[in-house]
């Protein structure tokens, strides 16, 4: 199993362009998320999906929207970059296992925006 | 508002010697807490959570609900325990808040 994948691992992108950050995970885990990582902030939800066809805004959805394609893919898009959106983006996705809900991250991709 | 706060940026101990990750939450509810870790190069990764009572890697993590904390330690610290740690609180609806984390360099 490969668990959560992310591309594309690293970018850099000038003011006002448009990306799309993709995210897979084959865990078939119900629940996906999308977070910011910057220095000082730690992690920061942007969206989430607790479930295939459902999205939520999380704390900081500003700037983002968001796409549950299936229950694997979540993907992430930056429809103006700004540099204020310079950043390490992770998902993961989440199952009940018993206990408690364990998140599962992918590797990261290193956003610079100029 | 739900709130998870770890007071040091960067915590830096000798090899051998304790460790003490601090973590205080604020929750109206019943804390679920974890501690989630991730080293040089790798995911994060979760470490442990209260709700299971474990010790993972020599490291512990007990919930007082009367302080609203959950710092982890550990009694003798390795030098690869080096790593990024976070604190995170359940926030329902099976979302997570993460405190700012706290990154440990254990010294040879």
């Known amino acids: 199993n490969a668990g959560v994948t992310q591309t594309p691992k690293f970018q850099v992108l000038k003011t006002g362009q448009s990306m799309t950050l993709q995210c897979a995970q084959d865990m078939n885990h119900n629940s996906m998320y999308w977070y910011r990582q910057d220095p000082g902030m730690g992690l920061r939800l942007i969206y989430y999906s607790a479930s295939e066809g459902t999205t939520d805004k999380g704390e900081v959805p500003n700037g983002y929207n968001v796409s549950r394609l299936n229950k694997r893919e979540f993907s992430l898009r930056l429809e103006s970059a700004a540099p204020s959106q310079t950043s390490v983006y992770f998902c993961?996705?989440?199952?009940?296992?018993?206990?408690?809900?364990?998140?599962?991250f992918g590797p990261g991709t290193r956003l610079t925006v100029t | 508002a739900q709130r998870v706060t770890q007071p040091e940026k960067l915590l830096s101990v000798f090899k051998g010697a304790p460790v003490e990750l601090k973590c205080n939450y604020s929750y109206s509810g019943s804390p679920e807490l974890f501690w989630y870790v991730q080293y040089s190069r790798q995911r994060l990764q979760l470490l442990l959570r209260h709700i299971s009572r474990e010790s993972i890697k020599g490291f512990t993590a007990d919930l007082n609900k009367g302080e609203t904390s959950f710092h982890l330690k550990k009694p003798f610290a390795q030098e690869e325990d080096s790593a990024m740690y976070y604190c995170a609180l359940h926030q329902g609806a099976q979302k997570l808040v993460f405190g700012q984390g706290t990154r440990l360099t254990i010294n040879p």
């Open positions: 993961a996705s989440s199952e009940w296992d018993r206990v408690s809900y364990e998140q599962y």
